[in-house]
């Protein structure tokens, strides 16, 4: 019921960007009424070429399914689309080597539906620090890419960067930053985690954190929904339900093992951080339900409920998108 009477926001999906990728795994978030999802097009791994075949895959795989899918760019097109009852999409990017050293492909980007963008993805690169990687800040290209992303109107993500380009990031936008996909790591420590400093930090400036999906950034590949309520209720202690939000990083209808994949790239994937863990639990929009109870249970109120579900990323979104 409050489900259906939210609007339902996944930050981020996990699915590895192809242009072969079938569209059919969207039917996953609209089968468990979800209203808006940000798909991410490219990653650090991949080149601005294969970024942008598959994104222009994605583009005329959507806007040849109107009927189901609406390419939103703005908060009125994601409110619309709930309205008809159709699924809202826009795209993300996770690290800036998609724009191949081209501050003006975030423009390009921009205009093709692209409306979150990550600074690094794991590793450190040309304008910020990874997670994975030494502690970097924001480099001076970096800071010309966010003040691009301010100006466009593209959220700015904080999740796979490392401690000090995601205290740059909130200190330097202009607009609020959140963590689309990134638990806290007072519940398991992971560099993919975030400590509370980071956390107090964007909810600070408005941002929000995502709760992410993956048994391994949850701990002991637990994808049970006690196991992602303790991640809840421990951002919730911290900053308020105001400041918390769904990105669960999920990768549905696929029989793929994560870890094969994960394997393959240590470098972006490091040993010692679980990537090698067999069959990755993948919790996603099906869970909503159940969180949805044990938010009641803990006494949240509908509206702090409804926050959570996607307000909170949709109050992001509407002081950020133009
Ligand atoms: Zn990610």
Not at 159 to 171: Q, Y
Not at 243 to 265: K, M
Request: aromatic share 8%; charged share 15%.
């Amino acid at each position: 019921m409050i489900q259906s009477a939210s609007l339902v926001w996944d930050a981020h999906a996990g699915i590895f960007p192809s242009p072969t990728l079938d569209l059919k795994v969207l039917e996953d978030w609209s089968a468990n009424h979800v209203d808006y999802v940000s798909i991410n097009v490219g990653f650090d791994v991949m080149t601005r070429d294969e970024t942008l075949a598959t994104l222009a895959a994605y583009r005329h795989g959507i806007l040849a399914q109107q009927d189901r899918y609406v390419l939103a760019g703005t908060m009125a097109e994601v409110r619309a689309a709930k309205e008809s009852g159709r699924l809202a999409v826009s795209f993300d990017l996770e690290g800036i080597n998609a724009l191949g050293g081209d501050v003006n492909m975030v423009g390009v980007y921009h205009a093709l539906g692209v409306r979150q963008m990550l600074f690094a993805y794991n590793l450190s690169n040309a304008a910020a620090g990874g997670c994975h990687d030494e502690d970097t800040g924001l480099t001076a290209y970096g800071s010309s890419i966010l003040a691009e992303m301010n100006r466009l109107g593209i959220i700015v993500d904080a999740s796979h960067a490392g401690f000090r380009t995601s205290m740059d990031l909130m200190e330097q936008s202009q607009t609020p930053v959140v963590f689309s996909h990134s638990n806290p790591g007072a519940v398991l420590n992971h560099q993919r985690n975030i400590n509370d400093v980071q956390i107090k930090a964007c909810a600070q400036q408005g941002g929000v954190i995502g709760l992410n999906g993956l048994g391994i950034f949850l701990g002991n590949n637990d994808i049970s929904p006690e196991t992602m309520l303790r991640h809840l209720f421990y951002l919730f202690d911290l900053v308020g339900p105001a400041h918390v939000g769904l990105g669960f990083d999920s990768t549905p209808g696929t029989e793929i093992d994560l870890s094969v994949i994960l394997r393959a790239r240590p470098d972006f994937w490091p040993q010692g951080q679980q990537y090698d863990t067999p069959h990755i639990g993948h919790g996603g929009p099906s869970c909503i339900p159940d969180l949805i109870k044990g938010m009641q249970a803990r006494g949240l109120t509908d509206g702090e409920i409804a926050g959570v579900l996607g307000e909170n990323f949709a109050r992001v979104a509407s002081a950020v998108w133009k």
